[in-house]
């Protein structure tokens, strides 16, 4: 009975850790590893989970799409934002008025309420959506919920309560807009320390461009909810390598739970039939232009070049030397040929025959006639 009533109690003490949150019951290397997620939050297998291998070849422009109108969010007044380790990632909250966005196909209005990170330990790793199989260093994910419900958690399992706009990070030169955040990176080295940060326009941190990406998802991380419209902007943020280094610093630490600060991001799941959407046109079709270009030229070089040389040159010299040769061979064979042959034949004949006729016929008869002579002669002397 002791031993039931022990067992018993660990049971609770566990629950009720798994309830507060005190123990990870899902992680990227610690605890319930991504591709074992679906096992504990089945919505983690549906079919429209992200994040996604975005194929640019098969995306889709879409006009209707327009542009993001963040005009209210640059504007927002009496803005607090709070930078935090949760354990998974660095994470920054905002709180204040006028915090919205609408435009960008969205349907309706959206309130801006976190913003947060993915990142890898290398360049070549970290962020959670690719583009054409690749993967970037980094990528920050700025959450959205709909102005219907009053925050995130209680819009994330409604049909596109949620919409998420995603910003690929590249290596380049120091960012400055960001130096707020990285500078504050040491101060929450531990699992749920946060800081409050000066304010700044989180719209400061985007690119200019108004070019994205659209399809419909998931959250990257459990439950998984099948509830987000997510916006991947075209357009990469780059950031120095030692800002980087910031953010990875924070899972070599090793200190109790930040074993998931670094490399924390979710595989590209499949796409299952969904399609990807642009609101601008894509630079695929711009390379297609630029080799259907090169292959109408090579096509029209070939066919100019190759059949204008093949007619005219290979007709032409077949043509001419054909010509030339029936021309030069055949008629000056046959002239020649000819002329020769008449002259040769003809004056040979005509000057041998007569002459062999004449010399031999006048000899024989001059022979004959005096043999015959001689003869009658000889008759004539022995008659008388």
């Known amino acids: 009975m002791k031993f039931i009533?022990?067992?018993t109690s660990f049971?609770?003490?566990i629950g009720?850790?798994?309830?507060?949150?005190?123990?990870?019951t899902w992680g990227y290397?610690?605890?319930?590893?991504p591709e074992h997620w679906k096992d504990l939050y089945p919505t983690c297998g549906g079919k429209q989970q992200s994040p996604i291998d975005i194929k640019t070849s098969k995306v889709k422009t879409d006009r209707k799409l327009g542009k993001f109108d963040f005009s209210k969010l640059s504007s927002a007044q009496n803005v607090k934002l709070e930078i935090t380790n949760n354990g998974h990632t660095v994470q920054v909250g905002l709180k204040g008025h006028g915090l919205e966005v609408c435009g960008g196909g969205l349907p309706g209005t959206y309130v801006v309420e976190q913003f947060y990170f993915h990142w890898g330990s290398e360049d070549k790793r970290g962020s959670e959506h690719e583009i054409n199989g690749k993967h970037f260093s980094m990528e920050m994910h700025v959450v959205m919920h709909s102005d219907r419900f009053s925050s995130v958690n209680e819009s994330m399992n409604s049909t596109n309560g949620l919409a998420v706009l995603g910003f690929l990070f590249d290596v380049g030169r120091h960012n400055h807009k960001f130096d707020e955040i990285i500078n504050h990176l040491h101060d929450i080295q531990h699992k749920d320390d946060h800081v409050v940060l000066k304010s700044f326009s989180l719209t400061s941190l985007f690119p200019s461009t108004?070019?994205?990406?659209?399809?419909?998802?998931?959250?990257t991380t459990p439950p998984c909810y099948e509830s987000v419209i997510w916006s991947i902007f075209k357009q990469h943020i780059y950031i120095s390598e030692y800002q980087l280094n910031q953010f990875r610093h924070l899972g070599r630490t090793h200190f109790n739970g930040t074993g998931d600060l670094i490399n924390n991001y979710r595989n590209p799941q499949p796409l299952n039939h969904r399609v990807v959407t642009s609101n601008c046109r894509q630079s695929s079709t711009c390379s297609c232009g630029k080799k259907s270009k090169t292959r109408r030229s090579k096509k029209s070089k070939s066919r100019s070049g190759k059949k204008s040389k093949s007619r005219s040159g290979k007709k032409s010299r077949s043509r001419r030397s054909k010509k030339s040769k029936s021309r030069s061979g055949k008629k000056s064979r046959s002239r020649s040929s000819k002329k020769s042959k008449s002259r040769s034949g003809k004056n040979?004949?005509?000057r041998s025959d007569i002459g062999s006729k004449t010399r031999s016929g006048i000899w024989s008869n001059t022979r004959?006639?005096?043999?015959l002579k001689i003869r009658?002669?000889?008759n004539d002397s022995d008659d008388r």
């Open 5 to 7: 009533a022990a067992v």
């Open 11 to 13: 049971i609770f003490l």
């Open 16 to 24: 009720s850790d798994f309830a507060s949150g005190a123990v990870h």
């Open 29 to 33: 290397h610690h605890g319930v590893h």
């Open 210 to 219: 108004n070019c994205f990406y659209r399809y419909y998802g998931s959250l």
């Open 348 to 350: 040979s004949k005509s």
């Open 368 to 371: 004959s006639g005096i043999w």
């Open 376 to 378: 009658r002669g000889d």
